[in-house]
């Protein structure tokens, strides 16, 4: 009796352990890991207007671009019932100054207004 409770519980473990690590290892945020993302229904002309306005507005930090640095930052926010963002602040990022400029530039970002206020996450890719 006690082996079945043993073998049960080691099973639900490493059932469970296997569920975590596969999602660390993708190193996305969930919901853009089917490669859209949420907050971009509030935004006129949506996806590929945000990614645009980001990609543009972008000012390379010096130290980054010095030491060739690349990869993405993330930025997390609250979406008000206005379209306002508060709460903006930095998730991940890879260093140089990229977090900073990544912040500022979302904060640029002007959302219709949702009804309703809701956290989204926003990546920031730098590439030379």
């Known amino acids: 009796m006690k082996v079945k409770h043993i073998l049960v519980g080691a099973f639900f473990a490493f059932c469970t352990a296997g569920a975590f690590t596969s999602q660390a290892q993708t190193g996305k945020p969930a919901a ?45 926010f ?24 990544a912040l500022r530039v979302v904060k640029l970002l002007k959302f219709n207004a949702p009804g309703y206020s809701q956290q989204y996450s926003v990546p920031v890719n730098f590439k030379l």
Not at 79 to 98: H, M, P, R, V, W
């Open 78 to 101: 609250t979406l008000q019932e206005d379209g306002s963002i508060t709460n903006a602040k930095i998730l991940k990022e890879f260093g140089g100054g990229t977090g900073q400029e």
């Open 32 to 76: 853009a890991q089917n490669g859209k993302l949420p907050v971009a229904e509030h935004y006129t002309g949506g996806q590929d207007s945000l990614v645009a306005h980001i990609q543009r507005n972008i000012q390379y930090p010096a130290l980054a671009k010095r030491n060739r640095m690349q990869g993405q930052c993330i930025i997390g």
